[in-house]
């Protein structure tokens, strides 16, 4: 497969997996000592990966659990963040401006962070309490799994999760196995998918529930900010409030479909799709279940089934078609702004 090292994917994934027992332990410190709310505070791709989690939060618990913007929190603070809070921050680079500065402005009030960071030594690293190992700094997969132990040990100690230690015993059987063997089924289509719609002027995105951030993520921080692709995102549940009158016969929509409660809006969506416009692609995540990985955690799985295929293949594949690296930026990183 194009761009794709699979000794070198498994070995990388396998690491990322064994790390979830050392999310749990830092969960289990968080615990004894108490708290009373969650809060997933960061920017850019970091705050559309933690969309999953606040969603699942809804479906499993009721720890008060919200997903805010770090330039936007330091400046209107939140009723509900206090000493007693745990915020669980992320910057893989762990010198992000606003994430640091977040960092640093919960220190200066007594609130522990909890972070996701490579090096426990960067500015982000050393404003937190507790840093989550990440092992790989490309691969949004990877920051998915770095969060699982902390977060779902937060919810199996309070008795929302009982089945941890199953869903992390399945994962590390089954995992490597379920990413690689979707990546090389969905690769052919990832390919004439970006060989036909690369040149388009525009294209839509539909997403919804537990999948809803992995859409978001990947019209912007891939499509917009690594191909400078021009995109619109949408929630399938919002489409129909708006977005819907731009739909055109020769438009190119993706709808990328969930497996959890949320599925029978995305069948809505494509329903009206179908019959309004000739350039639709559907990426349905219940295609790629994962063999060994009970259905009932078929929703926690979901957006590293769908980053594995949009991020992983989908959008190497872009790259190829158009010839702009997906490492290049006109002013991401490039000057201060």
């Known amino acids: 497969m194009l761009k794709f090292d699979e000794v070198d994917y498994r070995t ?15 969960a289990d410190e968080i615990s004894q000592q108490g708290f009373s709310n969650i809060f997933f505070v960061a920017v850019g791709g970091t705050i559309a990966m933690m969309m999953h989690f606040g969603e699942i939060a809804k479906q499993y618990t009721k720890i008060p659990v919200y997903v805010e913007h770090a330039a936007e929190i330091v400046l209107t603070g939140h009723s509900q963040l206090n ?5 669980i921050m992320g910057s893989k680079s762990g010198d992000t401006k606003e994430t640091v500065a977040a960092a640093k402005w919960m220190q200066e009030r007594g609130i522990r962070v909890v972070s ?9 690293g050393s404003q937190s309490n507790w840093c989550i190992p990440l092992k790989v700094f490309k691969g949004v997969e ?13 919810l199996a100690n309070n008795g929302d999760f009982p089945r941890f230690d199953d869903f992390a015993a399945q994962l590390k059987a089954h995992l490597a196995d379920g990413l690689v063997a979707a990546q090389t089924r969905f690769d052919a289509r990832a390919a004439e ?17 537990e999948l809803w951030g992995e859409v978001y993520l990947f019209t912007m921080c891939i499509l917009e900010e690594m191909q400078w692709l021009r995109t619109k995102s949408v ?12 739909v055109e016969k020769d438009m190119p929509v993706f709808l990328v479909k969930s497996v959890g409660a949320y599925r029978c809006i995305d069948d809505r969506a494509e329903r009206f799709l179908k019959d309004h416009t000739d350039e639709l692609v559907v990426v349905d995540i219940k295609d790629y279940q994962i063999d060994g990985i009970d259905e009932e955690f078929a929703p926690l799985v979901s957006p590293l089934l769908s980053t594995a295929l949009l991020n992983g293949r989908l959008s190497k594949h872009f ?19």
Do not use: C
């Open 193 to 209: 998918i970006a060989k036909k719609y690369h040149t388009s002027p525009y294209m839509m995105w539909l997403g919804e529930g």
């Open 142 to 154: 990877y920051e998915y799994l770095n969060m699982f132990g902390v977060f779902y040990g937060l």
């Open 83 to 87: 000493k007693d809070s745990i915020v």
């Open 319 to 337: 790259e190829a078609n158009t010839g702009h690296d997906l490492d290049m930026r006109r002013y991401y990183r490039q000057f201060d702004y």
């Open 12 to 26: 990388n994934l396998n690491a990322q997996i064994d790390a979830i027992a050392d999310g749990k332990k830092i």
């Open 116 to 124: 996701m960071v490579i090096d426990p030594k960067s500015p982000l």
């Open 235 to 246: 929630k399938s549940s919002e489409f129909f409030h708006g977005t819907l009158e731009l």
